[in-house]
């Protein structure tokens, strides 16, 4: 018999999202505008603590509008994290802009600020600083922000935090997302809240994002007919979704709660075994856990990683591989990367090595343990 499927991060529902899609029925409201796009918007400032918020129909959308807001175009340079998602770095694309692709280090796994010091040095003495920074927080951990931060002040250059997989966490008291320019949330399906699909752009520039709400909308002038001078995009979030995403707002708290102890359930039960190292997380930070990653040294333990991914897909369990560095990937082939210091990859090192557990927090504590025992299981340590 094929045993149930363990999703690596499925969506986990409240209940009272139905209530805020239900009013949006009731009161006809089913369009990319409307009062449960407009509260989400103010309850998402109020959780995180900045100015103003924009819903969008994803993340990528968020990054999209943010490069545009900065102006980034054809002939421009954009300083990236390599190890993230795809989403971070296409929308440089879409701008015609060039993405230069920045390693990670070993305390967060996220951008590398010596790496990062050397690209804009090098920049600087081009002549080509980039036009923005998109610095990612992967699997919930903040990158460096106090030295991140510092050498983009130093250059004058902006900072687009892709806080995607951060929300609810936070850098020393600081909600994850609020340390650039613009922060981007994404509440895709495997997010740690959903609205199915869903994005949200913040700034404590009110102007700026008054701008993203036009551009999110055609860029329709103010007009009795259609009027446009811009170019802008079809990008809003739609008023039942926003209703998903209201509902989810109110459990965010406790769905970090719920993931951080599946992350110390499995440190408990793994972390003592030679070889496996968990993903670190940085003092003065909470990390939301959104999903347990950890590395796996094969001369110790004796076994890789491919070898651990058949195990759990035997097992019917969706276990993944950590993000592979986009410098790698074939669409960005020839693409500038600055490594950790010279010959040494860290991205590289953790893309080889890295593992992702599932960490959803409707997860059951009966399937934890049937991920921990078929764990122990590949490296034949069950007693
Ligand atoms: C999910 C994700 C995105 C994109 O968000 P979507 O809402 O899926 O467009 C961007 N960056 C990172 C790091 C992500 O994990």
Known sequence: MIKKRIYLSAPHMSGNEINYINEAFETNWIAPLGPNVDAFEKEITNYVGVSEAVAVSSGTAAIHLALSLLDVKKGDNVFCSTLTFIASANPIIYQGAEPVFIDSERDTWNMSPQALERALKNAAKKGKLPKAVIVVNLYGQSAKMDEITSLCNQYNVPIIEDAAESLGSTYKGKASGTFGKFGVYSFNGNKIITTSGGGMLISDDTEVLNKARFLATQAKNPAPHYEHSETGFNYRLSNVLAGIGRGQLEVLE???????????????????IPGFQFMPELENTRSNRWLTALTVDETITGISVTSLLENFAAENIEARPVWKPLHLQPVFKGTQYYPHCENNSISEQLFTSGICLPSGSNMTEVEQLRIISCFKESLKLMV
């Open 254 to 272: 406790e769905r970090v709660q719920t993931r951080r102890l599946i992350f110390e359930k499995y440190y408990q039960e793994l972390s003592h």
